[in-house]
């Protein structure tokens, strides 16, 4: 049988007020993980389809309407609601605006911790009216191309333009929505959610 040694011993009791803190950090993260990735199918109830394994949010050429530069790994510790269309927004384009903006809303106090990105994927010119319903959304140009070699589309078509995707406060993608899904199976995916990582500690946040 082992034997601990004095050193080892004297290594456990000096830091063991460190490992414990950790615990306490890391417990939550794991278990809200657990419960919602590793229970059986039967017992999950996400509208969403999640989207396995993670994506990490790459270093797209992503700029702002006015031309500055803007990279979504600033929105890191926020929940992000992102779509992808062109410029001219049609009227599916405009659904999916209307139900970010409604699902943050419905959030109450939690709207704060929740971003919302258009990926406009050509150059047409934005809809002065579109700009002022939806304010303090982001508004990005971005490259089609590499947009499409992220955003995974659950549809044969593999339109990415159909969907609502949710990037999690570490900058993974982690499930989409179908833009013409019911808001109240949204509102409960995404209460769940936000319940599950109340408790996170978020140690990289850019300042």
């Given amino acids: ?4 040694s004095p050193r080892t011993r004297s290594h456990w009791r000096r830091y063991r ?10 417990a939550p993260v794991v278990a809200s993980y657990f419960a919602y990735y590793v229970l059986p199918p039967d017992r999950r109830t996400n509208f969403g389809a999640l989207i396995e394994p993670q994506r990490p949010v790459p270093s797209l050429n992503l700029r702002t309407v006015d031309g500055r530069p803007f990279q979504l790994k600033s929105l890191a510790g926020k929940w992000i609601l992102l779509t992808v269309d062109h410029g001219e927004c049609d ?4 659904d999916k605006l209307f139900v970010m903006r409604q699902q943050r809303l419905m959030t109450g106090k939690d709207r704060d911790r929740i971003e919302r990105v258009w990926l406009i994927d050509d150059s047409a010119p934005l809809s002065t009216l579109v700009i002022r319903e939806h304010e303090g959304a982001h508004f990005l140009r971005a490259d089609a191309a590499e947009l499409r070699a992220w955003l995974p589309a659950g549809d044969g078509a593999g339109r990415i333009e159909n969907y609502i995707y949710v ?5 993974n993608l ?6 013409q899904g019911e808001p109240g199976s949204i509102k409960r995916d995404l209460a769940r959610l936000l319940r599950a990582s109340s408790q996170w500690i978020y140690v990289d946040r850019p300042d």
Avoid: H, N, T
Avoid at 91 to 94: E, F, G, I, P, T
Avoid at 167 to 171: A, H, I, L, N, R
Avoid at 174 to 179: S, T
């Fill in 1 to 4: 049988m082992a034997v601990e």
């Fill in 17 to 26: 007020i460190l490992y414990a803190v950790v615990a306490v950090c890391v």
């Fill in 91 to 94: 009227q599916s384009c405009a």
């Fill in 167 to 171: 990037v999690d406060p570490f900058g």
């Fill in 174 to 179: 982690m499930l989409r929505w179908p833009g």
